[in-house]
């Protein structure tokens, strides 16, 4: 169970960090962002996260919005997984000692 929890916290680091990375180019690049190379590929690997955070979230939510919405909901998941992390960590010590 330990693995599957740091593999899932990894997989969330790794998109939290393209989105972070994907908002950085949106400001520095500007309206010609979508011919970098570099905010195509952030745009593709954090392209299943925002299909599915628009798959769960009303339609009040504007397109515009999914991606700062689906950021957030990482850094939650996140914070999820790491406390589980812990938990399991300490049960494992206590268990050994």
């Known amino acids: 169970m330990y693995e599957v929890i740091v593999i899932l916290k990894a997989l969330t680091e790794v998109a939290g960090v393209a989105f972070f990375g994907q908002g950085v180019l949106w400001v520095i690049a500007g309206s010609k962002r ?18 599915a955070t628009r798959a769960i979230t009303p339609r009040i939510v504007i397109d515009g919005h999914i991606g700062l919405v689906a950021f957030f909901l990482l850094m939650i998941l996140w914070l999820a997984l790491t406390a589980f992390k812990v938990k399991l960590v300490l049960d494992a010590a206590a268990g050994a000692g």
């Open 34 to 51: 979508d011919q970098n190379a570099v905010y195509n590929l952030f745009k593709t690997l954090t392209s299943p996260v925002t299909k």
